[in-house]
C-alpha cells in the first residue's frame, strides 16, 4: 500500500481507496455480490489475479470479511466497509451531475443487464414470470443476447443464455440506447418514437415493460449545463 505520510484523515482513507479497481469491487460488495466469479462479472476489465489481489488487500485492511461456505469463499463488507455506502452514493451522485457524457468505450452490455436485475423493483413486476428478450444489434458476439424473467415474487432474473421460457415481448435496440434509458437520459417514448429501440410482442406486455423496469437510482440527479472534460 501506497503511503501519503500525512495525518490528514482524507489522506489516510486515500491509502486504502485510492488504488485502481479498489471501490468499484467495494460497489460490487454494497449491491450484494459475494461470490469472487459474481464480483469478477461487474468488473470484467480486471484480470483475476488483481482482483484476488484487492480483495486480499481490503481483507487486510479491515474492510472485507472472508468466509467459507459451502466449500466456497465468500466476501462480505465489514461495518468499516459498509460504512463507505453514502460515500459511494455521493460519488456516483457526483460523476452522474458533472460527467454525464458517455465516452463510446464504456457502453457495456453485462454491466447494463446486472444493474436492471440489482435495481429492479418487484411490487412493479407482473403477478406471473413473463419472459422478455434483449437483442442488443451493436454488442459483441457473446453478449447480444439476453432474456429477463419478471415476476413480483422474483423480481428480474437475468439470464445470458435462453431459459426455454415462451417469451411475451421481444425488445431490440443497441446498448447505448437501453443505457441512456436507464440512465434517465432518454424516455421510452422517445426510444420508440426515433425508432432506436423496438418492441414486438404481446401488445399488453409492450405497453407494460417501461413501467416493470425501473431506472438508475442515478437517473433523478440533476446533470449539469456542460459535461466536465475527460
Known amino acids: 500500500m501506497k503511503r501519503y505520510g500525512q495525518y490528514c484523515p482524507v489522506a489516510r482513507a486515500a491509502e486504502i481507496l485510492a488504488e485502481r479497481w479498489t471501490l468499484l469491487v467495494v460497489r460490487e460488495l454494497l449491491w450484494g455480490e459475494d461470490r469472487f466469479s459474481a464480483i469478477a462479472r461487474g468488473v470484467p476489465r480486471m ?25 466456497e469463499p465468500r466476501y462480505r463488507l465489514t461495518p468499516a466497509g459498509e460504512e463507505l455506502r453514502p460515500l459511494l452514493e455521493q460519488m456516483g451522485a457526483w460523476g452522474a451531475r458533472w460527467m454525464h457524457e458517455l465516452r463510446p468505450d464504456e457502453f457495456d452490455p453485462t454491466l447494463l443487464m446486472l444493474d436492471i436485475r440489482r435495481d429492479s423493483r418487484p411490487a412493479r413486476m407482473p403477478e406471473k414470470a413473463t419472459t422478455v428478450q434483449v437483442h442488443f444489434r451493436d454488442a459483441p458476439v457473446g453478449q447480444q443476447r439476453w432474456w429477463l424473467v419478471l415476476s413480483r415474487s422474483g423480481g428480474a432474473d437475468v439470464c445470458d443464455t435462453d431459459p426455454g421460457f415462451p417469451i411475451s415481448v421481444w425488445l431490440e435496440t443497441e446498448v447505448p440506447t437501453l443505457t ?38 442515478f437517473a433523478a440527479v440533476e446533470r449539469a449545463a456542460v459535461s466536465l472534460p475527460r
Open 47 to 71: 484480470s483475476p489475479s488483481l482482483l484476488a489481489t484487492r480483495l486480499r488487500e481490503l481483507q487486510r485492511a479491515g474492510l472485507v470479511q472472508r468466509d467459507v461456505v459451502d466449500g
Open 180 to 217: 441512456r434509458i436507464w440512465m434517465g437520459d432518454m424516455s421510452w417514448s422517445a426510444a420508440l418514437r426515433d425508432e432506436l429501440l423496438r418492441l414486438v410482442g404481446d401488445p399488453a406486455a409492450c405497453r407494460a415493460l417501461p413501467g416493470w423496469l425501473a431506472v438508475s437510482p
